[in-house]
């Protein structure tokens, strides 16, 4: 994101976020354009010379015009639900470059992708084959569809997050492939065209990706070999983004790393080229985080100070309810002042207001000495940030802002209390 301090004021693009704050409240989710629309050509660029198709996976962030700055931008879309399928054809993107995945499909959202032509099912099981193939024979449609298998691949980031092992419930089986992809050919109105993999998120490293290009090369000739005109290979998304130590600067506690950075996405993708590029096959990726996650931040207001026994806490008017992630999987977000002001530290908890000991979006975290009423930025909350937003303890939903150089357009309002209780 192009976040910087000027004059010891944080700004996003040419925006004081402290103009924000006290336009529209907290907390605000801010989001930087040019940010996103750099990440997704730089996920672009990477595969250019070989037919491909970047989809943008919408769970990490579908407010609307995110959605409709990416279109316009050429990117395909990831959708796992009728929801995300309605808003990506609102948004703009053309039906034939969506894919539809999810381990978990009713046949109402196989109906919706059918009926708008989408260009091809991510099938997770033989009876999602079986209830497909139905479903298109009642429609008169041919669905196309890839298949997403398992390769039992250990990625190294979170458990809750990472998805290729055998004991996890997405994909099928790599020792069962050969036998999904037989019956996939025999069933009516189904059109195999491809092979799926997604290893997992937030993964750092290009081995893993290596790892999966391998498998996915030698499904594509097994399958040949076997008479299927496999022409579709679609290799995930799951491109690590950097939460600590996003943004460096003299008066900011240097972050301690447990691991090397995350490499970038086009060293990641690069990992899988050697192999793909060789297939004949069209390349399809689905990256999320890496598009949005550092586009994003989440503006809090410390409500109060308070210290119990040991330890202090920030109490924040941002809650679990508000950016899930530390509460879900401990995630590290990077937490700045949006005035930076002193140089003195304290070692603080900083925690929401809901009725949770789980709220909290940073524990034992070093900081620049913070006052009340002063504002953080939380860092790195564009992914799977908004979109994991909930009412719980009938909160509200806070508002999200889009900022483009010194222009800033409210991309959705805060959820009023009559809204609430309507
Ligand atoms: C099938 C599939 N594709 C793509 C993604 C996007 O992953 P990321 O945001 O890590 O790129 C996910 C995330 O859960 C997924 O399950």
Same mark, same amino acid.
């Given at each position: 994101?192009?976040?910087?301090?000027?004059?010891?004021?944080?700004?996003?693009?040419?925006?004081?976020?402290?103009?924000?704050?006290?336009?529209?409240?907290?907390?605000?989710?801010?989001?930087?354009?040019?940010?996103?629309?750099?990440?997704?050509?730089?996920?672009?660029?990477?595969?250019?010379?070989?037919?491909?198709?970047?989809?943008?996976?919408?769970?990490?962030?579908?407010?609307?015009?995110?959605?409709?700055?990416?279109?316009?931008?050429?990117?395909?879309?990831?959708?796992?639900?009728?929801?995300?399928?309605?808003?990506?054809?609102?948004?703009?993107?053309?039906?034939?470059?969506?894919?539809?995945?999810?381990?978990?499909?009713?046949?109402?959202?196989?109906?919706?992708?059918?009926?708008?032509?989408?260009?091809?099912?991510?099938?997770?099981?033989?009876?999602?084959?079986?209830?497909?193939?139905?479903?298109?024979?009642?429609?008169?449609?041919?669905?196309?569809?890839?298949?997403?298998?398992?390769?039992?691949?250990?990625?190294?980031?979170?458990?809750?997050?990472?998805?290729?092992?055998?004991?996890?419930?997405?994909?099928?089986? =790599?020792?069962?492939? $050969?036998? *999904?992809?037989?019956?996939? &050919?025999? !069933? +009516?109105? #189904?059109?195999?065209? %491809?092979?799926? /993999?997604?290893?997992?998120?937030?993964?750092?490293?290009?081995?893993?990706?290596?790892?999966?290009?391998?498998?996915?090369?030698?499904?594509?000739?097994?399958?040949?070999?076997?008479?299927?005109?496999?022409?579709?290979?679609?290799?995930?998304?799951?491109?690590?983004?950097?939460?600590?130590?996003?943004?460096?600067?003299?008066?900011?506690?240097?972050?301690?790393?447990?691991? =090397?950075?995350?490499? $970038?996405? *086009?060293?990641?993708?690069? &990992?899988? !080229? +050697?192999? #793909?590029?060789?297939? %004949?096959?069209? /390349?399809?990726?689905?990256?999320?985080?890496?598009?949005?996650?550092?586009?994003?931040?989440?503006?809090?207001?410390?409500?109060?100070?308070?210290?119990?026994?040991?330890?202090?806490?920030?109490?924040?008017?941002?809650?679990?309810?508000?950016?899930?992630?530390?509460?879900?999987?401990?995630?590290?977000?990077?937490?700045?002042?949006?005035?930076?002001?002193?140089?003195?530290?304290?070692?603080?908890?900083?925690?929401?207001?809901?009725?949770?000991?789980?709220?909290?979006?940073?524990?034992?975290?070093?900081?620049?000495?913070?006052?009340?009423?002063?504002?953080?930025?939380?860092?790195?909350?564009?992914?799977?940030?908004?979109?994991?937003?909930?009412?719980?303890?009938?909160?509200?939903?806070?508002?999200?802002?889009?900022?483009?150089?010194?222009?800033?357009?409210?991309?959705?309002?805060?959820?009023?209390?009559?809204?609430?209780?309507?």
């Amino acid at each position: 994101m192009k976040l910087e301090y000027r004059n010891n004021e944080l700004h996003c693009e040419d925006v004081p976020l402290s103009e924000l704050f006290l336009e529209f409240g907290t907390p605000l989710y801010v989001y930087s354009r040019s940010a996103f629309l750099e990440n997704f050509r730089a996920i672009d660029h990477a595969l250019h010379g070989i037919e491909h198709v970047t989809c943008y996976a919408l769970k990490a962030n579908s407010n609307l015009h995110i959605l409709k700055a990416l279109a316009e931008e050429g990117a395909g879309a990831d959708v796992v639900s009728a929801g995300e399928l309605l808003l990506a054809l609102k948004a703009g993107f053309s039906p034939e470059r969506i894919v539809f995945a999810g381990v978990g499909k009713r046949e109402d959202e196989m109906e919706l992708g059918l009926k708008e032509e989408i260009h091809c099912f991510n099938v997770e099981s033989i009876p999602e084959l079986q209830l497909l193939s139905l479903v298109a024979m009642r429609l008169q449609k041919r669905a196309r569809v890839a298949l997403r298998i398992n390769p039992d691949i250990r990625a190294g980031s979170h458990p809750y997050i990472s998805t290729g092992l055998n004991d996890h419930k997405f994909g099928i089986p =790599a020792a069962q492939a $050969a036998e *999904a992809f037989r019956t996939a &050919a025999s !069933l +009516p109105n #189904l059109e195999v065209c %491809g092979v799926h /993999v997604h290893i997992g998120s937030q993964i750092t490293r290009p081995e893993p990706f290596a790892e999966a290009a391998d498998i996915v090369a030698s499904l594509v000739r097994s399958q040949r070999a076997a008479g299927l005109p496999i022409t579709h290979v679609d290799v995930g998304g799951g491109f690590g983004v950097r939460y600590k130590n996003a943004l460096r600067q003299e008066g900011l506690p240097e972050e301690d790393e447990d691991s =090397a950075p995350p490499s $970038a996405p *086009a060293e990641l993708i690069g &990992a899988m !080229l +050697p192999v #793909l590029k060789d297939l %004949g096959c069209t /390349v399809w990726l689905e990256p999320g985080r890496a598009i949005v996650a550092d586009a994003g931040l989440l503006l809090t207001k410390v409500l109060y100070r308070k210290e119990n026994g040991a330890k202090r806490f920030l109490i924040v008017d941002a809650g679990m309810n508000d950016l899930l992630r530390p509460s879900l999987y401990q995630a590290y977000h990077q937490i700045v002042p949006v005035r930076l002001e002193t140089m003195e530290r304290e070692t603080v908890d900083v925690v929401g207001p809901v009725c949770e000991t789980g709220d909290f979006l940073a524990r034992d975290r070093v900081m620049p000495r913070i006052k009340q009423n002063d504002v953080l930025a939380v860092l790195t909350a564009g992914a799977y940030g908004f979109v994991n937003v909930s009412n719980y303890n009938s909160r509200l939903r806070p508002a999200e802002v889009l900022v483009n150089g010194d222009r800033v357009r409210v991309i959705r309002p805060r959820q009023t209390l009559e809204e609430l209780v309507s």
